[in-house]
């Protein structure tokens, strides 16, 4: 028992260790360090607090437990058994601490959200709140409602266990006994008193509700379920009291009767007669009844979807451009886009992938000063597929250090075709050449790079093929975790099951290892927190190669705005991410600072993000509108264009 839990806590040191070691790699440890922190925090906090008001509810229900005289024969054997029960309990009060602590834990984000949460500046229409406290307060304090029943009914079913273990074993009978009675009912009244917190919180959840015809609130909800929800808060507490009062003269029948009490209101005040008020009210008068609050609907769906911002100019359908349309547009008619990107990804393959185990993953569209002239073009990088390379060759010295990249791209305008009907090619081969220049084509980190590699070590890496030879090459740059020592190389040989990291002669004390090399990946871990668009797109600046990923902050908390779905109904384009192809490096910008959700995340996390103005002028000219923000943003105005 000893050496699998010394394992699994060696284990978990070790996941800690590589996670601080590649958020370090990148400059970003700050932003581990306050995620650990915080779910260590978490974590231990709401494991002690639950063991502490477990162990001592069982403590006392022990003391509580009335004990008979030794002569009598049940006691007899209870001495045997106490070392029994003491292993049991110590044992089950681990688990079930674990157990809430993760589930604290698991809600970190939730919490620094709270703690750390800004303003939007708008407040609800109905209740006046600000719209945080939906997004950011009540999240969390249905966390702790949540949490807080869970653990009380949990110590409550251990009480009663002691209990019941005690009166079956000494005196198989219950004598009332008025401390027993006490402890047990103080347990029933904090459960009820969560209960009742939780028809307050029922309160401003009404902003989400689906009874009316649209999202939010309506006019059953304001008139009906709000005085009900205080109707049932009032019978709780009233159910409380009868609690009291039957401790005191011993009389059950009392919460027999605030129980039943309590499921009669809750069908008649909050089931039927909300729907009676719908059914009756506002049915045969719906439009004059929900008039309002369709347009607190309209008005917030618009402001989560950015749709307020969109500005409307007329624009007359002709039949065909005058010549001085053409002429004042000149360079939009040059640009007009013949190739699909599909057909032309084919392309691509079938005549730049130059070997097999090259890919063309993903055709972009951007825009290039290329000869003076502003064009737009379709590029696609050429990324290595090590899963391709020959049988025979799929040997770890070559999947993990040798071919560790791709290599340069392929670009061609969107509208111009050769006379054998293929792309001409303005950037092509392997060295590539053409315009925009490329000097450093090397691509370590993109879209098809799942595996790890481990460059600048004795093995070199192959750089590109040139004929019948190939061209090798080390890496430069300053990426990776370095396997400098031997504790390294042993648990990244353990983290990656692959004892070839330990004992391979090719590695060096310059070695590093390059992991979570995708650039999606990468980005998502380590900022969990951010959606992320689903295509990136790669950008020539200076003769280098980035990607560019757009990311959104998103909620399901914004009220009276219609969610999609997957029951999104806020979002915003705040952070464009840029990743270089060759160091792996990622720099996250923020693009609306106005968004309230993006700022919190800066406040949790102040090294991680920088304004947009200090994103070098040539990436700034590569922006575009995001594809999934367009399509949501297109499916929602569909109807709320109006």
């Known amino acids: 028992v000893c050496l699998l839990v010394l394992f699994i806590l060696v284990n978990i040191a070790k996941g800690f260790y590589t996670e601080w070691l590649w958020f370090s790699s990148l400059g970003y440890g700050s932003v581990y360090a306050t995620i650990l922190k915080t779910k260590l925090l978490v974590f231990f906090s709401a494991a002690i607090i639950f063991c502490l008001l477990f162990l001592g509810n069982l403590m006392l229900a022990t003391r509580l437990a009335p004990k008979t005289r030794p002569g009598f024969w049940p006691w007899s054997i209870v001495p045997q058994l106490r070392p029994i029960l003491k292993t049991s309990i110590i044992t089950g009060t681990v688990l079930l601490s674990l157990i809430f602590g993760l589930v604290a834990q698991g809600n970190w984000e939730l919490i620094l959200r709270f703690f750390n949460g800004q303003p939007f500046g708008i407040v609800d229409p109905v209740f006046y709140k600000e719209i945080g406290f939906y997004v950011f307060s009540l999240p969390f304090l249905n966390l702790i409602r949540g949490w807080l029943l869970g ?5 409550f079913l251990g009480s009663v266990g002691v209990y019941s273990t005690s009166y079956a074993v000494q005196r198989f009978g219950f004598d009332r006994a008025k401390s027993v009675l006490t402890h047990a009912g103080g347990l029933i009244i904090a ?13 401003w959840e009404l902003v989400f509700s689906t009874r009316g015809v649209v999202f939010g609130a309506s006019y059953a909800d304001i008139h009906a379920k709000l005085p009900a929800q205080w109707i049932l808060l009032s019978v709780v507490l009233i159910c409380m009291g009868l609690v009291m009062v039957s401790i005191l003269r011993h009389d ?17 005040v909050g ?28 008005q917030f769906t618009r402001e989560a979807f950015a749709l307020d911002r969109v500005e409307e100019q007329p624009f007359p359908a002709e039949e065909t451009p005058s010549p001085q349309d053409i002429e004042q547009n000149e360079v939009t008619i040059n640009n007009i886009r013949l190739w699909d990107h599909r057909p032309l990804k084919d392309t691509y393959n079938q005549i730049q992938s130059i070997r097999l185990y090259y890919d063309f993953n993903d055709v972009d569209v951007d825009r290039y000063i290329i000869d003076g002239e502003y064009r737009q073009v379709m590029l696609s990088a050429r990324e290595l597929s090590a899963e391709k390379l020959a049988g025979e060759a799929q040997t770890w010295v070559n999947r993990r250090l040798q071919f560790t990249h791709g290599y340069g791209l392929a670009l061609s305008p969107v509208n111009e075709v050769t ?19 490329i000097e450093q084509p090397q691509i370590y980190f993109g879209e098809k790079t799942t595996s ?41 040989a353990w ?86 192809a060759y160091n792996g490096s990622v720099t996250f910008y923020i693009t609306d600072p106005e968004d309230a959700l993006i700022r919190t995340y800066q406040a949790i996390f102040p090294q991680l993000f920088v ?32």
Request: proline letters at 6%; zero cysteines.
């Open 611 to 642: 304004p947009a103005a200090e994103m070098p002028e040539h990436l700034r000219a590569h922006w575009r509108y995001p594809e999934d923000m367009f399509n949501i943003q297109a499916l929602v105005y569909q109807s709320y264009h109006m």
């Open 419 to 437: 006379t054998q009907g293929l792309p001409h090619l303005l950037v092509k081969d392997i060295p590539p050449v053409g315009s925009p220049n």
């Open 452 to 492: 790890y590699v481990i460059v600048k070590t004795n093995t070199q890496e192959f750089d590109y093929p040139m004929g019948d030879e190939n061209v090798y090459g080390y890496y430069q740059g300053k990426a990776g975790v370095s396997l400098d020592g031997l504790i390294r190389r042993l648990v990244y």
């Open 271 to 298: 089931g039927i007669f909300p729907a009676a008020v719908q059914r009756f009210q506002v049915q045969p008068n719906e439009l004059a009844r929900e008039r309002p609050y369709i347009d607190y609907n309209i």
């Open 495 to 580: 983290q990656f099951g692959d004892l070839n990291i330990l004992i391979s002669n090719e590695l060096t004390t310059e070695s590093h290892i390059l992991y979570y090399r995708n650039i999606r990946e990468r980005v998502k871990h380590l900022a969990p927190f951010l959606k992320l668009d689903s295509d990136p797109y790669l950008v020539v600046m200076n003769g280098r190669l980035f990607w560019i990923q757009d990311a959104y902050t998103t909620s399901d908390r914004y009220p009276y705005s219609q969610p999609l779905s997957g029951g999104l109904n806020y979002i915003r384009n705040s952070v464009k991410v840029v990743i270089d």
């Open 151 to 155: 653990a009380l009914i949990v110590i």
């Open 252 to 268: 059950f029948r009392w919460i027999l009767f605030g129980i039943g009490g309590w499921i009669v209101a809750a069908i008649l």
């Open 191 to 203: 459960i009820l008193g969560l209960f009742a917190w939780s028809y307050w919180l029922g309160i």
